[in-house]
């Protein structure tokens, strides 16, 4: 553990995101109050009394915004969104998870970013060990339970990417009878197969970048996902493959804050609205992914709601 | 320093602030009876009026803090919310429109969807001067609100030019033109990827704006509260000083004055303290259990209506239709959320959550180790809204919208049956008797929804003048509360310096 990871903790000591038995216990009762709860004037008075001495503020858990410095989730493998190179990590991810801390108030040097896979998202935004996390995490109603979410910042389309030698697929119909590639654990072909009631055969890749070598050795007909995320790889090799252009669902890619923190969450949506005014979303989108035929959306994404 | 004793019993501070250097002066005058008595009186008529100026400002604080979430802020963002509704609502009359092609009789017929898209342009620029209003100063928003304004005329445009291509067309109901369904998608790219996104982030945005000024306004009286408090006691203590001086020094039982002025200044505290309390109860519950309950189920208004909308564009785009009906599923998963993979067990899933309520399924079971397979619950902006504590008229109404909600899938249903099974003309025959402005299934469900949400209003504006109410007495208890105080310390005093004349 890093000096830097010790003073994580110990910030989030005093908040009640540390604990996540406790927070597991709120969830799993689900009492389902989604506003800051009613407490009486005079509780939030009487708690004041008590933390005036600890200099917080009365009644209210910490903010995010309130730490001297930010720890931020992002992917360290998966090209053009995260990715970890010589200690560094870059893609569209990152530079969109900096931009939003500028935006927060908190200075470059203060800014910690981490790698985090997709299993481990949730367990580290209620564990405190990240406070943000900016890591093509779909916003799912489930995950909402447990997570609060700023933005989306994208929202992403699932589609298909076949090679670009195969010119039949046009539509996500046109896969009946193909061999479709996923990465391990996710659900994204069974969309096509149980969803759409489209016959196709379902191969499971240790991970989505195993999905794009089988699908360039002729292992796989399609990898089908987030188009954001074929992106990336297609930026990697653009000749290789191509795009159906056929995008069936959506998936919001929302800043996962501690649940709860709903002021952090209005400062990312105020930050997101920014990015696309000043035209930052329009350039980042098209450094990372500009060199693909993806039709990228280049106007702000419709909010989820802090609550 | 001056060492007259009237001077000197000017305030409390000076005893102790007293001049070392001439001990005989303040001191031995503050030694005898009658500037003792001074100094006591002035020192009550100082506290008093201390915890009269704290009790007014804090209570005027709260006065503010109700009136602007009564009738300024909390309307305000309501009808910024209603923006996004209006929008939906337009796309959806157009989509039918087209939909109908020269069957113009179909469902309540051409002229009435034309007419209620007329309304909602109407509506969709009120909102937007209300939101204007209520942005400005916000750079952000304001660029916002400019945006939807411009974009609204070139949806305008082009979703006119696609009506008169496919008018011009004479397309038969069901298909329609080419041109002008080219024409038609990029309105409704438009409308939904940048125009209903910024009208629905402006509704968030205005909810945000709300909730800082409440938050902000309940520290504010938290604090307040806790200096009147503080005040009072003190208040309390001085007076009760007095009395026990009185008490010593003319061995007396009782100084009834003094000792009515103090319980007087005790149930003044009190009170004070219980009506800022009962207050900012009030004010939150009108916020959260009114205003944002209200405002989560327009939004779920709005997203049905587009929901309802992607029915017409699944029977008009039948290129996209796949794509239509998945967006379906997924605006009908944010209206009431239950796990499901398609609209087939989608359709059974929001059967189960009509026919069970008020109980919900998958409330109330832990959450497993893995916590992936385990049933989230009843969630979406119905759930959620199950979840809140409801008064019984509420949960009567919410009853009533699920099970309308779940009329409308049983509709979608049987217009994708009749669509699969070929039968086009039925499946836009279902579709227009879903829409139909009397008696659809989607009409129903809007109705039932505007019940709830009128309920939600009722609760907000109830809260807010229960609020008010309580407040209000203090404008004339307050100052006479504080005059008797005043009045019965004299009464209490007068006597015993009258002795010393």
Known sequence: MTPRDEDQVVFFESSRFADPETFRGASAGRVGKRHRPTTSLLAAAAAGVLTLAACAAPGEEASVLE????????????????????????????????????????????????????????????????????????????????????????????????????????????????DVCQGEGSNSASRITDGLGIDATVSDAPSYSHCIDWLGDGRADAVSTDNLILAGFLAEDPSAYRFVNYPFTDEKYGVGLPYGDVEACEAVNKAINRMYQDGTAGELLEEWFGSTDLELVRTVPQFEGCN | ??????????????????????????????????????????????????????????????????????????????ATTELYLALADMDAHMADVLLMGTGHG?????????????????????????????????????????????????????????????????????????????????????????????????????????????????DEVALGLLRVGGTGVLTIGVLVGFQLYLRRRFRRRLNAPLLTATAVTAALTVGVVLTLDAAGGDQSRAKEEGLDAAMALSRAGAVATDMQADQSRYLLDPELADNHQQVYLERAQAVLFRPAGNLEEYYGQVAEVADTYPDLPGEGEQPGEDGEDTDPGTLGYLGEDARDSLLPAERGALGEVLSAYDTLQEEDRRMRELSEGGDRSGAIGARMDIAHHEDGAFTDYTEALDRLIDLHGRQFEAGIESGERALSVWTWLLPTATLLVLVLLAAGVRPRLAEYR
């Open chain 1, 67 to 178: 730490g001297d410095t930010i720890t931020i989730g992002v992917k360290f493998d998966q090209p053009g969104l995260g990715l970890a190179e010589d200690g560094e990590f870059a893609g569209f991810d990152v530079d969109v998870a900096h931009y939003l801390a500028g935006e927060m108030g908190f200075d470059r040097e203060d800014v910690e970013v981490a790698g985090v896979t997709s299993v481990e998202r949730e367990d580290k935004i209620i564990g405190g060990e990240v406070d943000m996390v900016v890591a093509t995490y779909s916003i799912t109603p489930e995950r909402k339970t447990e997570v609060t979410f700023g933005g989306p910042y994208y929202v992403a389309k699932q589609d298909i990417l076949v090679s670009a030698d195969d010119t039949d697929t046009e539509t996500v119909r046109d896969l009946e009878g193909l």
């Open chain 2, 1 to 78: 320093m001056t060492t007259t004793a009237s001077t000197s019993a000017h305030g409390p501070s000076s005893s102790s602030s007293g001049d070392d250097r001439n001990p005989s002066g303040v001191r031995a005058r503050l030694r005898t009876t009658p500037a003792r008595l001074w100094l006591l009186a002035v020192a009550s008529v100082v506290v008093v009026a201390g915890l009269f100026v704290s009790a007014g400002s804090t209570l005027g604080q709260a006065r503010d803090g109700v009136e602007v979430l009564g009738e300024d802020a909390g309307p305000q963002a309501m």
């Open chain 2, 106 to 218: 179909l469902g309540s017929g051409r002229e009435v969807a034309e007419e209620q898209y007329e309304a909602s342009r109407t509506r969709a620029n009120e909102a937007l001067l209300q939101a204007a209003s209520l942005t400005e100063g916000d750079s952000i928003e304001e660029r916002n609100v400019q945006a939807v304004l411009d974009g609204l005329g070139e949806y305008e445009r082009t979703v006119g030019e696609a009506l008169l291509l496919n008018d011009e067309a004479e397309a038969p109901s069901g298909e329609v033109d080419e041109t002008a369904l080219r024409r038609y998608r990029e309105g409704s790219r438009l409308m939904h990827t940048d125009l209903m996104p910024k009208a629905f982030n402006l509704g968030l945005g205005s909810s945000a704006i709300v909730r800082a000024n409440h938050e902000e306004g309940q």
